[in-house]
């Protein structure tokens, strides 16, 4: 099996892009295997009930860098079980459109200024 980067860089409205992470949510929500548009198909991702997560956001002059990256390991072998993995961070409540509260803010990476 080769690897495989679909990448895609593409101005889009606010709202365009509040509707991607929307369904981006809800993917993530449902887990398991999942559509998301890209393109003119779609990709179907197979998603662990363990993710890692990064977040980051970058100033740099007038402009604004927000990135936010999931991986996960394909090699079931290597799935992490919940009595295996590391507790959540305390403080991150759950809402019903799955947004975290300000104590439950991912904090920043990256160089501060």
Do not use: C, Y
């Not at 890692?52 to 956001?57: H, L, P, Q, S």
């Not at 799935?79 to 403080?91: K, L």
């Amino acid at each position: 099996m080769s690897d495989v980067k679909l990448e895609r860089k593409e101005p889009v409205s606010r709202e365009d892009a509040a509707d991607w992470l929307e369904l981006l949510s809800q993917a993530f929500a449902k887990g398991s295997h999942i559509e998301l548009p890209f393109g003119p198909g779609t990709v179907s991702p197979q998603i662990p009930d363990r993710v890692r997560a990064e977040f980051e956001i970058e100033v740099s002059g007038d402009e604004v860098e927000v990135e936010l990256e999931f991986k996960w390991s394909t090699d079931h072998r290597e799935a992490v079980s919940p009595e295996e993995a590391p507790p959540a961070p305390p403080g991150r409540p759950r809402r019903g459109n799955g947004a975290a509260g300000p104590s439950g803010s991912p904090r920043p990476r990256g160089r501060q200024r």
